[in-house]
């Protein structure tokens, strides 16, 4: 995408800005979880294949590994993936300074927590910014100073944009298709009758469908695809 708007930027990588490690959560604390509880033990049985099924376990894992009483020793703990979007955000904030625009390319577990942080949400707030977050949505902070706020969440109006043009480019293709077979029966009625009389008269209120042009013309408007 960078190469294509020719950017002449400086691209970084900074893996505290990578995703939380969902499958190594689940390893590590499902199978407590489900001794505890027997309906989770149950959706857990099924495989997760279904997507409600899968979130449901997401969530139980995520509220579990945030907990401060999280015993699980062999996985990231909550507060190093933390502290480390801490650290991140902090770190751009000083590097770039003010009146500057930094876009971060990461994902839903990342940009939960930054926003969680922001907020100032306790452990238990977390996973509320962590389920609704959609693939290619953008959040926006504001800062000045050391000071940072949440400008907006989740935003997808450039999504919705693209899926209107879209449309409209389709709709636009069907009436220019309906004007071009107008064309085409003006040039069919001019060839066909040299220009006038009766018979001319009657054979241009009719399209090669047999219906009245006009008729045709005002379906394709009042049904657009």
């Given at each position: 995408v960078m190469a294509g708007l020719d950017f002449q930027g400086k691209i970084e990588a900074d893996e505290r800005f990578d995703e939380i490690n969902n499958d190594e959560q689940v390893k590590a604390l499902l199978p407590k979880l489900t001794a505890q509880n027997e309906a989770l033990a149950d959706i857990a049985s099924r495989g997760m294949k279904s997507s409600k099924d899968y979130q449901k376990i997401i969530a139980a894992?995520?509220?579990?590994?945030?907990?401060?009483?999280?015993?699980?020793?062999?996985?990231?703990?909550?507060?190093?993936?933390?502290?480390?979007?801490?650290?991140?955000?902090?770190n751009i904030i000083r590097s770039v300074g003010s009146g500057k625009n930094t876009a971060v390319f990461t994902s839903g577990g990342t940009i939960a927590t930054a926003?969680?942080?922001?907020?100032?949400?306790?452990?238990?707030?977390?996973?509320?910014?962590?389920?609704?977050?959609?693939?290619?949505?953008?959040?926006?902070?504001?800062?000045?100073?050391?000071?940072?706020?949440?400008?907006?969440?989740n935003d997808i109006a450039h999504l919705e944009l693209l899926g209107a043009l879209a449309q409209a480019l389709v709709r636009a293709q069907t009436v220019g298709g309906v004007l071009a077979a107008e064309q085409a029966d003006a040039e069919l009625f001019d060839a066909e009758v040299g220009g006038g009389g009766r018979h001319g008269a009657g054979k241009r209120d009719q399209g090669r469908d047999g219906r009245s042009r006009r008729s045709a013309h005002k379906g394709h408007w009042s049904s657009p695809r």
């Open positions: 894992v995520f509220n579990a590994w945030v907990d401060p009483d999280c015993e699980a020793s062999d996985i990231t703990p909550w507060s190093s993936y933390r502290d480390g979007v801490r650290d991140a955000i902090a926003v969680g942080l922001v907020t100032g949400v306790g452990h238990a707030g977390f996973y509320q910014f962590y389920e609704p977050v959609m693939n290619c949505s953008i959040t926006r902070f504001i800062y000045s100073g050391s000071r940072i706020s949440l400008s907006n969440f």
